[in-house]
Protein backbone atom coordinates (compact mmCIF):
# COMPACT_ATOMS: atom_id res chain seq x y z
CA UNK A 1 0.00 0.00 0.00
CA UNK A 2 2.62 2.16 0.34
CA UNK A 3 4.41 1.78 -2.73
CA UNK A 4 1.47 2.82 -4.33
CA UNK A 5 0.88 6.24 -2.17
CA UNK A 6 4.52 7.01 -3.17
CA UNK A 7 3.84 6.09 -6.57
CA UNK A 8 0.17 8.24 -6.77
CA UNK A 9 2.09 11.43 -4.71
CA UNK A 10 4.66 11.61 -7.52
CA UNK A 11 1.80 11.56 -9.79
CA UNK A 12 0.47 14.35 -8.00
CA UNK A 13 3.68 16.73 -8.32
CA UNK A 14 4.69 15.98 -11.96
CA UNK A 15 0.32 17.46 -12.34
CA UNK A 16 1.46 20.10 -10.43
CA UNK A 17 4.71 20.75 -11.70
CA UNK A 18 2.78 20.86 -15.50
CA UNK A 19 -0.01 23.31 -13.44
CA UNK A 20 2.55 25.81 -12.25
CA UNK A 21 4.35 25.42 -15.94
CA UNK A 22 1.16 26.51 -17.17
CA UNK A 23 0.36 29.42 -15.24
CA UNK A 24 3.77 30.65 -15.56
CA UNK A 25 3.79 30.38 -19.09
CA UNK A 26 0.58 32.73 -19.15
CA UNK A 27 2.16 35.50 -16.85
CA UNK A 28 5.18 35.96 -19.88
CA UNK A 29 4.52 38.80 -21.97
CA UNK A 30 5.96 37.76 -25.54
CA UNK A 31 7.82 40.03 -28.48
CA UNK A 32 5.91 40.99 -31.23
CA UNK A 33 6.74 39.57 -34.49
CA UNK A 34 7.84 42.78 -35.82
CA UNK A 35 9.97 43.42 -32.59
CA UNK A 36 11.78 39.60 -33.15
CA UNK A 37 12.51 40.22 -36.77
CA UNK A 38 14.21 43.53 -35.79
CA UNK A 39 16.55 42.05 -33.02
CA UNK A 40 17.16 39.49 -34.84
CA UNK A 41 18.67 41.25 -37.74
CA UNK A 42 20.78 42.99 -34.98
CA UNK A 43 21.95 40.45 -33.77
CA UNK A 44 22.84 38.97 -37.50
CA UNK A 45 24.19 41.86 -38.77
CA UNK A 46 26.56 42.17 -35.03
CA UNK A 47 27.40 38.61 -35.39
CA UNK A 48 28.58 39.86 -38.98
CA UNK A 49 30.43 42.56 -37.80
CA UNK A 50 32.59 40.41 -35.17
CA UNK A 51 33.13 37.80 -37.85
CA UNK A 52 34.48 40.41 -40.12
CA UNK A 53 36.70 42.25 -37.16
CA UNK A 54 38.01 38.58 -36.15
CA UNK A 55 38.55 37.60 -39.90
CA UNK A 56 40.44 41.02 -40.14
CA UNK A 57 42.49 40.26 -37.44
CA UNK A 58 43.87 36.18 -38.38
CA UNK A 59 44.17 37.63 -41.51
CA UNK A 60 46.99 40.42 -39.87
CA UNK A 61 48.61 38.13 -37.76
CA UNK A 62 48.47 35.22 -40.19
CA UNK A 63 50.58 37.70 -42.70
CA UNK A 64 52.97 39.10 -39.54
CA UNK A 65 54.30 35.38 -37.90
CA UNK A 66 54.88 34.23 -42.32
CA UNK A 67 56.67 36.91 -42.47
CA UNK A 68 58.91 36.66 -39.21
CA UNK A 69 58.77 32.43 -40.21
CA UNK A 70 60.32 33.32 -43.79
CA UNK A 71 63.31 35.48 -42.40
Request: proline share 1%; glycine share 4%; hydrophobic share 55%.
Amino acid sequence: MRIFLLKFHSVNKIIQYFKDVRTELSKITWPKKEEVIRLTLIVFIFSALVAVYVGGLDLIFTNILGKIIAR
